[in-house]
């Protein structure tokens, strides 16, 4: 286990409410609206929290959507996972998107998103003239195998 820190939280408004999480050991803090907004069928909006938060350096955070208002009301985000380097103080927002056929109201004080704080490495980029060879050899994106194929026809893990 690591060593536990404390995430610094700035309300930038009074009605802001600070992230927290349902359970005492859930990897994603609750992030809440702020103000009350009503989501269109296929629309998308940036929702405001009312919060700046600061992240030590060497880490992220990554916002990313409540699966309850996914699998219900078809609410996710346009950007999933957003990601927040720690050199950003602008306010926290949440772009979602409602991806169903009716409208959707958020409320002030709802739960819209998650905020997952993560140890990011910082490696140093070289350029080279060739990589080692992987698994999959030269084949690309989607080379593992077709959405659907039954699974007799799926490759067995770690055959070609």
Same mark, same amino acid.
């Given at each position: ?56 350096? $060497?880490? /992220? %955070? *990554? ?6 208002? @996914? ?6 985000? &346009?950007?999933? !996972? ?54 999959? $050899?030269? /084949? %690309? *994106? ?6 659907? @194929? ?6 067995? &893990?770690?055959? !070609?």
């Amino acid at each position: 286990m690591s060593e536990r820190w404390e995430l610094k939280v700035k309300r930038l408004s009074e009605a802001a409410v600070l992230p927290r999480r349902a359970h005492p050991h859930d990897a994603g803090l609750d992030l809440f609206a702020l103000e009350p907004l009503l989501l269109s069928a296929g629309a998308r909006a940036s929702v405001p929290t009312g919060l700046a938060i600061e992240l030590p350096p $060497g880490h /992220a %955070g *990554f916002v990313l959507p409540r699966s309850g208002l @996914a699998a219900h009301h078809g609410i996710t985000l &346009v950007n999933a !996972p957003g990601l927040i380097d720690p050199g950003y103080r602008g306010e926290l927002r949440v772009l979602l998107l409602n991806t169903s056929e009716q409208s959707f109201t958020v409320n002030a004080g709802d739960r819209i998103a998650q905020l997952v704080v993560v140890v990011a490495e910082l490696p140093a980029v070289i350029e080279v003239q060739s990589l080692a060879d992987g698994d999959r $050899g030269p /084949a %690309g *994106f989607g080379s593992s195998g077709g959405f659907g @194929a039954p699974a007799d026809r799926q490759p067995a &893990v770690g055959s !070609p």
